[in-house]
């Protein structure tokens, strides 16, 4: 496996993001809690730039009420076109968990952030 | 009893067991008027008896012309040419249509009473609520093993509904609930509901929706204000409500909140329901963030608890295949054969049976035309 640089830390602040190619793909790099979270700018519902959406919490329900709350942790990224919403931790549609869209693992070193690819 | 994947049924003969998931009887209010307990509704009983006319003054129906006219149901829409009144005893006359169609067990549904959302006084429709189902259970159920009774439950009421669900729970031969599916002042997914969801998952019965053109008033006012035929009003009364109330309860998390329960939508036909599902799919998957209860998509929660009566089919102008098709993306596990008798738009059982034997495997056509009900209603 290979490692490309992607960014500086100092260039990626935290709850931002960049979008860079690897090997010809388009590959966005999230910095959310401290870490890197690296995922494939392509939706697989119609081939969106799903990485160019917003990142969010989700709201969750719980029995017994099911009253609507809040989850603000930001790993939930909405493409921009049809609204479709990925984990960017696990790469899984939060709606439907047969959908993923690919991850890649970070790593971190002399302050530099690298993605690992084929 | 075949192998999966095995295409052997030629003709309705072949079948093990027949069952017609959507039965009716044809009630007029004072067929069952004797069955409303006289000390609890008194009152209301009386006003009740009064009426000259309890369709349009106890239940508030209006159509866009005559239901049926130039036909023998134009004089009782309940029954072709009245054939629930054929002979003296009207059990009898029901099992004698079975008969003649080799259907072996019916789930019965009321007709007069599929419009009981069109009550507006609450005493009234508990009243007809419980006269109904004493009268339905005395005169067709508790007196045969091939008819098989739903309790009605009243929107306006459903306290009392639960009573009733209660009250007949453990009794030989009642194997549902029926919520009427057709212009409900509250929707059935709203908390409203919850005293008959929770007594009939306490009671392991599934709860069936079935739709009404004579609720169309109340169910779609503006579509009906502007109907100039009853044609109209037939046509678009039952797949409207049923969209609408499939689309409530999945989006609304009813089944999550009732996961032992059983959904039966009726009258519909088939063709709406893989459109449907697509379409709560692709916008659940956009805009699944209003519903976060639901840990899977719509469809696999219709998959999973959801059950739909077939008729009517629909034409298919000869295309037979077209149904075969259309009961594998609706989903076969999930569909109940039907006839609807007496109603002059009741299928025969080859009206289904014909068109998808050959095309789909015969554990799925049996299933279909019989061995689903059976288990859904556990006869």
Same mark, same amino acid.
């Given at each position: ?39 494939? /700018? ?50 899984? /549609? ?25 | 009893?075949?192998?999966? %994947? ?12 027949? *069952? ?12 069952? $008027? ?22 349009? &003054?106890?239940?508030? *129906? ?16 309940? %029954? ?6 054929? +002979? &003296? ?51 067709? *159920?508790? +007196? ?16 009392? %509904? ?17 919520? +009427?599916?057709? +212009? ?95 379409? $709560? ?85 049996? %299933?279909?035309?019989? &061995? ?8």
């Amino acid at each position: 496996m290979a490692r490309h640089r992607v960014a500086s830390t100092e260039d990626l602040d935290e709850n931002e993001r960049i979008i860079v190619e690897v090997q010809g793909a388009e590959i966005a790099v999230f910095h959310t809690d401290g870490d890197y979270h690296a995922v494939l /700018n392509y939706c697989v519902h119609q081939s969106g730039p799903l990485c160019e959406g917003p990142l969010s919490g989700k709201l969750v329900a719980d029995p017994p009420d099911f009253t609507w709350d809040y989850d603000d942790e930001p790993r939930v990224v909405t493409c921009p076109w049809h609204n479709w919403k990925f984990d960017i931790q696990t790469g899984e /549609n939060v709606r439907d968990s047969t959908y993923t869209v690919p991850t890649f693992e970070t790593e971190v070193e002399d302050d530099e952030v690298y993605v690992i690819r084929g | 009893m075949s192998l999966s %994947g095995e295409h052997s049924l030629k003709q309705v003969s072949d079948l093990d067991v027949i *069952v017609s998931a959507d039965e009716h009887v044809s009630e007029a209010v004072e067929d069952f $008027l004797p069955y409303i307990d006289e000390d609890r509704y008194n009152g209301i009983k009386r006003i009740i008896e009064q009426s000259g006319d309890p369709w349009r &003054e106890v239940f508030s *129906v209006t159509t866009a012309l005559p239901p049926f006219s130039n036909t023998a149901m134009a004089s009782n829409y309940g %029954g072709a040419d009245g054939v629930m009144q054929e +002979g &003296e005893d009207k059990l009898e006359t029901k099992l004698l249509r079975l008969d003649e169609f080799d259907i072996d067990y019916g789930i019965l549904n009321p007709t007069l009473m599929v419009a009981l959302p069109t009550v507006n006084n609450r005493q009234a429709a508990a009243a007809l609520t419980q006269g109904y189902n004493a009268w339905l259970y005395e005169e067709f *159920v508790a +007196g045969s093993d091939r008819l098989y009774g739903a309790i009605v439950v009243p929107g306006q009421d459903p306290e009392m %509904g639960a009573r009733e669900i209660r009250k007949y729970a453990d009794k030989d031969g009642i194997v549902a609930v029926q919520l +009427g599916a057709t +212009g409900h002042k509250i929707p059935v997914s709203h908390d409203w509901w919850a005293p008959v969801y929770e007594a009939a998952e306490e009671a392991g019965l599934p709860v069936k929706y079935h739709s009404s053109f004579p609720a169309i008033g109340h169910g779609f006012p503006l579509q009906h204000r502007w109907h100039e035929l009853f044609a109209q009003d037939k046509v678009l009364s039952h797949p409207f409500s049923q969209m609408w109330n499939v689309l409530k309860l999945v989006y609304e998390g009813i089944p999550v909140k009732y996961p032992d329960l059983t959904f039966v939508i009726q009258e519909s036909g088939i063709g709406w329901i893989p459109y449907w599902k697509m379409r $709560l799919d692709r916008y659940h998957l956009g805009l699944g963030s209003e519903m976060p209860m639901l840990d899977k998509l719509p469809s696999k929660y219709i998959d999973d608890q959801f059950y739909f009566t077939t008729q009517p089919v629909g034409h298919t102008d000869r295309e037979m295949e077209h149904v075969a098709e259309l009961a594998k993306m609706a989903g076969p596990q999930n569909l109940m054969y039907a006839a609807d008798i007496p109603h002059t738009d009741f299928d025969t059982p080859e009206e289904l049976f014909n068109p998808i034997r050959g095309s789909l495997p015969d554990d799925q056509i049996r %299933g279909m035309m019989g &061995e689903t009900a059976m288990e859904v209603f556990d006869l």
